[in-house]
């Protein structure tokens, strides 16, 4: 069975970053890709960044580009998600995601069918 467990959320203030972390167990997941999408309280799951099988390529909602970066280690089963110059607005619950099918990630019409979530790890802004 395949788990995957994010850690790395918490309280921080505006400005202040976090690195969130999640890891893959039960089946090695380099030949899917990975992603991050984030929930904030009454709203809708919503994109924030996904990365390629190989780490080649990587796509992120206009929200946080240049501020996040997501990068992955094969090695290890893991993917990350540095979060810098957080806003209170990127409150929300992170959940990490993973698919063989790269378009699950851009198309919001192919999430409901993603391979993989885990459960999420929250993480709350404060201004």
């Known amino acids: 069975q395949v788990q995957l467990v994010e850690s790395g959320g918490g309280l921080v203030q505006a400005g202040d970053s976090l690195r969130l972390s999640c890891v893959a167990s039960g089946r090695n997941l380099s030949n899917h890709g990975m992603g991050w999408f984030r929930q904030a309280p009454g709203k809708e799951r919503e994109f924030v960044a996904a990365i390629t099988r190989g780490g080649g390529n990587t796509y992120y909602a206009d929200a946080v580009k240049g501020r996040f970066t997501i990068s992955r280690d094969n090695a290890k089963n893991t993917v990350y998600l540095q979060m810098n110059s957080l806003e209170p607005g990127d409150t929300a619950v992170y959940y990490c995601?993973?698919?063989?099918?790269?378009?699950?990630?851009?198309?919001?019409?192919?999430?409901?069918?993603?391979?993989?979530w885990g459960k999420g790890t929250l993480v709350t802004v404060s201004s």
């Open positions: 995601a993973a698919d063989q099918l790269f378009n699950t990630f851009l198309d919001k019409r192919l999430r409901r069918a993603m391979d993989y």
